[in-house]
């Protein structure tokens, strides 16, 4: 059990840099939980998002989930105050245990 679990949470820190550094390279500004070197992003809702992003004008807050590690609580709220901005982008992705992207959650 708890080799799983440590492997799950490899495999979500690894999904999190993987989106950071991509975000990175694109030229946002990358707030990452989890990541030693990076800023903690805001608290939102009560939930602190894997990562918070900012690009001139634009937004982007992204979650990052292995298939157990799925908080519908969290996404649900992120997405709703995502809504409720102009300008703010939510994106959830499921990654593989090598933290590669699998799928985009809906």
């Keep these: 059990m708890t080799y799983r679990s440590i492997h799950r949470e490899n495999a ?3 999904g999190i840099y993987r989106e950071a550094f991509t ?3 694109k030229g946002w500004h990358v707030m990452a ?3 030693p ?5 805001p608290e939102i809702e009560g939930f602190i998002p894997d990562i918070y992003a900012i690009k001139s004008s634009a937004t982007c807050i992204m979650e990052v989930v292995t298939v157990a590690g799925l908080d519908a609580n969290k996404l649900s709220a992120l997405r709703a105050y995502s809504r ?3 300008g703010i982008e939510f994106s959830c992705w499921m990654v593989d245990s090598a933290g590669c992207r699998m799928m985009q959650v809906e």
């Design 37 to 41: 070197g990076y800023s903690p992003p």
């Design 23 to 25: 975000l990175i390279e």
């Design 12 to 14: 979500h820190r690894k």
């Design 84 to 86: 409720n901005f102009k």
């Design 33 to 35: 939980d989890h990541i």
